[in-house]
């Protein structure tokens, strides 16, 4: 009957396992039931590879309390792979939107969506966008106004941009009114 033991073993271990995670979420003020349910992977992540995605973004200057905040808005990110998901984001800020490091902490914690974000799929379409709008210059993109690279150029922005030039405006009028209140462009249209 010794051969059974083995079993016995791990299935301990595995729920010891389970509940460090569960603790850690928690010591993060993550709700564990609603991480687990939005992202199943969790379950058999391991530890250590949560406390990697914690290093990486303390590595940013994000604290604890607002890094709980942001896991806890976006699960997903508990098991993203730092070099492939989180830290192309970064890059992207630092070189192509010219974010100072000291501001990519605020431009995270403004908007944590970005981390979710793809860099080709999302983020440079969206920059390009905007850079044709005028944002360059003493008008480019600042940590202010980073949340402005989580709308989708196609469903979001540019109807926002039709929308106003249908009033009467001209492009080069709209590109002034959103340069000078890049809020314009976070309304819904209606």
Known sequence: NSHHSPTIITAGDSG???RDKILYLQSLKINPTKALQKNPDLRSALLSSLQSIEHCLSSMGIERSALGRILDM?????TADPSNQIY????FLLNDVEIPYSDLRKCII???RLLVSGVESQLKPALEF????????????T???TVLLVSNVDHTLTPKID????LGFEYNEV???VIRSPALLTFSIE
Do not use: D, S, Y
């Open 143 to 145: 940590c202010q106004t």
């Open 74 to 78: 976006f699960p997903q990110l508990l």
């Open 175 to 177: 590109a002034k009114m």
């Open 16 to 18: 010891l396992k389970f």
């Open 110 to 112: 403004r908007c944590p």
């Open 163 to 166: 929308f106003l030039m249908g």
């Open 88 to 91: 192309p984001v970064f890059e």
């Open 130 to 141: 905007l850079i044709k709008l005028g944002f360059v210059g003493a008008n480019r993109i």
